[in-house]
């Protein structure tokens, strides 16, 4: 691989022109906070115009660009938050012909950051996955991600590769039994059903209340779907949940408390297709579904940007469990490399 981004933090240090945030919230605050820790200086934040109503931030006031642009001039622009909306993505792009724009990598999940450093540590174990994957488009857009979370580049993340085209051209799907782990309020249920409609059958998972209330609802008349408000795990638990009903909630210390399961436990009959996007906990869901894959060798559609490690850890895993499995990497349109997925087929099954 050819991995040769800079580290976006080193980028940033040494910036010649002032920087500016794009955006408010949890994903600003963690980057204002390592700007602390570099002593990095921010010059001011920006929202889209919609959002800037006389607000501050980390007291600082959040300007519209216009306003930043009479201000300043020329200027870097760090995105600080993470959005798939085409008409933002299309912004961001556009700025972006003005303007350096960086998306620094900070984990979703987890404390260690992806650095070039990290890469070097773990540089054997990104190789090894680099073999596993099956076709050439997937190793470059492998090789693109790594260097993407090391130097915060959005150039990239293109292309993009359409998820209708993964169901169509990867997965094949056609009659598949699916199991559906962190569910959400439906909308990858909503996905297989359209890019599946012979579906045999559908089971979604999805352990915050307030998403599983609309999951259910969503749900309701659908044919062969059964939900359940359970967590996946590596084994038969209960876990404090940190319920936001949105994608971020998490398995942690804090929050309602939810029941937590296997796949081993769950399931009373072969499957076809097992999907995970669990906030983090993927590794401990693999290792409860090891029955599973070695019995039915699902294909699989598992979330690879919740933690640093996912880029190497997940596939390993899954292949030390089952030697059949190949892989393709895929990025979906999102800023920044959220929806970079790996999509296993036992060898037999790979195209």
């Given at each position: 691989?050819?991995?040769?981004?800079?580290?976006?933090?080193?980028?940033?240090?040494?910036?010649?022109?002032?920087?500016?945030?794009?955006?408010?919230?949890?994903?600003?605050?963690?980057?204002?906070?390592?700007?602390?820790?570099?002593?990095?200086?921010?010059?001011?934040?920006?929202?889209?115009?919609?959002?800037?109503?006389?607000?501050?931030?980390?007291?600082?006031?959040?300007?519209?660009?216009?306003?930043?642009?009479?201000?300043?001039?020329?200027?870097?622009?760090?995105?600080?938050?993470?959005?798939?909306?085409?008409?933002?993505?299309?912004?961001?792009?556009?700025?972006?012909?003005?303007?350096?724009?960086?998306?620094?990598?900070?984990?979703?999940?987890?404390?260690?950051?992806?650095?070039?450093?990290?890469?070097?540590?773990?540089?054997?174990?990104?190789?090894?996955?680099?073999?596993?994957?099956?076709?050439?488009?997937?190793?470059?857009?492998?090789?693109?991600?790594?260097n993407f979370k090391i130097g915060g580049d959005i150039e990239l993340l293109k292309p993009f590769f359409e998820k209708e085209k993964v169901y169509r051209e990867l997965l094949q799907l056609q009659g598949e039994r699916i199991?559906?782990?962190?569910?959400?309020d439906g909308d990858t249920v909503r996905e297989f059903i359209a890019a599946d409609p012979g579906y045999q059958s559908i089971i979604a998972l999805e352990p915050d209340p307030k998403n599983y209330k609309k999951l259910e609802?969503?749900?309701?008349?659908?044919?062969?779907?059964?939900?359940?408000?359970?967590?996946?795990?590596?084994?038969?638990?209960?876990?404090?949940?940190?319920?936001?009903?949105?994608?971020?909630?998490?398995?942690?210390?804090?929050?309602?408390?939810?029941?937590?399961?296997?796949?081993?436990?769950?399931?009373?009959?072969?499957?076809?297709?097992?999907?995970?996007?669990?906030?983090?906990?993927?590794?401990?869901?693999?290792?409860?579904?090891?029955?599973?894959?070695?019995?039915?060798?699902?294909?699989?559609?598992?979330?690879?940007?919740?933690?640093?490690?996912?880029?190497?850890?997940?596939?390993?895993?899954?292949?030390?469990?089952?030697?059949?499995?190949?892989?393709?990497?895929?990025?979906?349109?999102?800023?920044?490399?959220?929806?970079?997925?790996?999509?296993?087929?036992?060898?037999?099954?790979?195209?």
């Amino acid at each position: 691989m050819n991995i040769y981004e800079m580290n976006v933090w080193d980028k940033l240090k040494t910036a010649a022109k002032p920087i500016v945030l794009y955006g408010m919230g949890n994903g600003a605050d963690k980057i204002l906070d390592i700007f602390a820790e570099k002593g990095i200086a921010c010059a001011g934040i920006f929202a889209s115009d919609d959002f800037v109503r006389g607000q501050s931030f980390r007291g600082m006031p959040v300007k519209k660009y216009s306003e930043i642009k009479a201000q300043l001039e020329d200027f870097v622009i760090v995105v600080a938050f993470a959005t798939s909306r085409p008409e933002m993505l299309a912004r961001i792009f556009e700025l972006a012909k003005a303007h350096t724009v960086l998306a620094p990598d900070v984990p979703v999940a987890g404390i260690t950051r992806f650095s070039k450093a990290f890469y070097e540590l773990h540089r054997e174990d990104f190789e090894k996955v680099y073999d596993l994957l099956i076709d050439k488009a997937s190793k470059d857009c492998y090789e693109r991600i790594i260097n993407f979370k090391i130097g915060g580049d959005i150039e990239l993340l293109k292309p993009f590769f359409e998820k209708e085209k993964v169901y169509r051209e990867l997965l094949q799907l056609q009659g598949e039994r699916i199991v559906d782990l962190g569910a959400y309020d439906g909308d990858t249920v909503r996905e297989f059903i359209a890019a599946d409609p012979g579906y045999q059958s559908i089971i979604a998972l999805e352990p915050d209340p307030k998403n599983y209330k609309k999951l259910e609802r969503n749900c309701a008349g659908l044919r062969d779907v059964q939900t359940f408000n359970l967590g996946a795990w590596d084994k038969e638990a209960t876990a404090r949940f940190g319920a936001e009903a949105s994608r971020n909630s998490t398995v942690g210390v804090k929050g309602v408390e939810v029941k937590l399961t296997s796949v081993d436990a769950l399931l009373k009959e072969p499957i076809t297709l097992l999907k995970m996007d669990i906030e983090g906990s993927e590794a401990k869901a693999i290792a409860g579904a090891k029955q599973t894959l070695q019995a039915y060798l699902p294909k699989l559609y598992i979330c690879a940007y919740h933690r640093s490690e996912d880029l190497f850890a997940l596939p390993l895993q899954i292949h030390e469990l089952c030697p059949a499995y190949r892989f393709y990497f895929c990025h979906h349109p999102y800023i920044p490399a959220w929806e970079s997925n790996f999509y296993g087929v036992a060898s037999s099954q790979a195209t």
